[in-house]
């Protein structure tokens, strides 16, 4: 089994900054990928960033400049940091991995809890 750990989240005024962390544990041989999505209120779940095992990122058009994953393979964590933070960034962030817990087991998904990030003055 694995768990993901996320922290950071918080209230900020528009323009402040927060970053986010997700400690990934457990049964882990590889991790593929992790990334961070983010669900508003009456709103689908939404890709934000991702960053794979070769290191490339992606980012959602909406936070492209403003927005930044990064990784740390020793500690299977990932962070975001969120600069530049508007109302329309409100939102459950959820931190989400995609691990391999044996050699010949296939990729899963796993997902953290959330974390509440809210932009308000």
């Known amino acids: 089994q694995v768990q993901l750990v996320e922290s950071g989240g918080g209230l900020v005024q528009p323009g402040g900054s927060l970053r986010l962390s997700c400690a990934a544990s457990?049964?882990?041989?590889?991790?593929?990928?992790m990334g961070w999505y983010r669900q508003a209120p009456g709103k689908q779940r939404e890709l934000v960033a991702i960053?794979?095992?070769?290191?490339?990122?992606n980012y959602a058009d909406s936070v492209k400049g403003r927005f930044t994953i990064s990784r740390d393979f020793a500690k299977n964590t990932v962070y975001l940091q969120m600069n530049s933070l508007r109302p329309g960034d409100t939102a459950v962030y959820y931190c989400?991995?995609?691990?391999?817990?044996?050699?010949?087991?296939?990729?899963?998904?796993?997902w953290g809890q959330g974390t509440q990030v809210t932009v308000s003055s």
């Open positions: 457990g049964s882990i041989f590889s991790i593929n990928a």
């Open positions: 960053i794979i095992s070769g290191g490339s990122t």
């Open positions: 989400n991995s995609v691990v391999r817990t044996r050699s010949y087991s296939p990729q899963t998904n796993y």
